[in-house]
């Protein structure tokens, strides 16, 4: 029996790197922290215990979790009871690596052990001090969480399934989350309708590729939105990644059929605009294929709102393979779009393929496409003029009387109004 009383009303600071996935963990990770007595806290300097949940997704984010760790020396010197700790994809990813690398680490709790954390952070606070490493994969067990968030507001995360099995050749994620495993959907719609029952009025559905959702009662994405639209009293219902190859017609015609509920938003990955790298990438798509799914969407969700992830540089990728992203972005004029320069990554196929880009050509291509969408996003964002739009209030902010809040296609609305 754990202790309850662990933290003794002492603070913990989270610093949360990547992406919603790591937003959701560190939402439980404090849930899970409060049930033994520590304090959320805003600052490092308020804590007791400082825990750095780290993406691996790209090199610059595993950097982030060394300099971060450095930050601490001074302050791990000077105070005896504080403990930190890194969770999240790196520590998955480097286990007792990391302990061995930075001296004043006590844990290192990975993307499986997040239920494990009391104890874990219990047993470094013990006398004889332990430095404990908790990074096991539980895939043999069935995927049941509870969405543990402590103040939900209006709008929460809620994970309906974990890991991925699509390997794409650039990424990481499969190794750092496990196999592929979704939720049971009638535990979603009781966890769903218990958050409603606290004011939630969105949720955004989060997997690494929501269309490959399979609830071992045998539904799937399609029907996990139709119970969820049908069985509950949530009023916005959004969800992301979307993979491409996964998103079929059936989950178009339920979105049109919901669509006071489903909101007309789509991140949709392309990676690319060129058939030959999409292949060496994994992708399980030609760009005639995405294209073909592009139209299957805007045909059946009228004035639905498409964002995408891109990047540059992958290796081998021609000046006239670029040209076909670029090509992609003015075809589909998304409303947004998230490129990244192509960062090899352990255990992945493509860091050992020979052609790697230069970082020069990765930097001007990446220029060329955050260019060319600031143009487009602009033009588009004048189909908002004089336009009403259904808005979720989120929050106040610091101007007196403005409130911001999202429209269905994700926009951020500010306005004045309300009591
Ligand atoms: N599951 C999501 C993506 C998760 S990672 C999907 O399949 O789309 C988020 C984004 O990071 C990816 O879409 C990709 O654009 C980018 N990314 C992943 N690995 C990368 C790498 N090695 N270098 C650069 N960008 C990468
Ligand atoms: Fe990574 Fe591909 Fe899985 Fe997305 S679908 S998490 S890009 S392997
Ligand atoms: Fe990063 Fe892990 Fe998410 S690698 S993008 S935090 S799944």
Partial sequence: MLNQDIGQGEGVYISTYGCQMNVNDTERMLSLLEMVNFVPVQTPEQASLIIINSCSVREKPVHKVHSEVGRYKEMKA???????????????????????????????????????????VARTYQEKKERVVAARFENEKPYAVDTLIRNPGVATFVNIMKGCDNFCTFCVVPFTRGRERSRNLAELVKDIRGLVARGVKEVTLLGQNVNSYKSDCGADFGQ????????????????????????????????????????????????????????????????????????????????????????????GETEAQFEDTVSLLREVRYDNIYAFKYSPRPFTKAAKYTEQVSETDKQRRLEVLLDLQRDISFELARDYDNLTLDVLVEAKTNLEGQLQGRSSQNKLVFFYGGG
């Avoid at 286990?95 to 001296?103: A, E, S, V």
């Fill in 224 to 315: 996990l939105m139709k119970a969820l639209a049908e069985d509950t009293d949530i009023q916005r219902i959004r969800y992301t990644t979307s993979h491409p190859k996964d998103f079929n017609q059936e989950l178009v015609d339920i979105s049109q059929k919901y669509r006071s509920k489903i909101c007309d938003y789509i991140h949709l990955p392309a990676q690319s605009g060129n058939s030959e790298v999409l292949k060496r990438m994994n992708r399980g798509y030609t760009r005639e294929e995405y294209l073909e799914k592009v139209r299957m969407i805007r045909e059946g969700i009228p004035g639905v709102v498409l964002s995408t992830d891109l990047i540059v540089g992958f290796p």
């Fill in 78 to 120: 000077q105070n005896p009871r504080l403990r930190i700790g890194v969770a999240g994809c790196v520590a998955q990813q480097e286990k007792q690596k990391l302990l061995k690398d930075m001296p004043i680490l006590d844990f290192v709790c990975g993307t499986d052990a997040i239920d494990q954390l009391p104890e874990v």
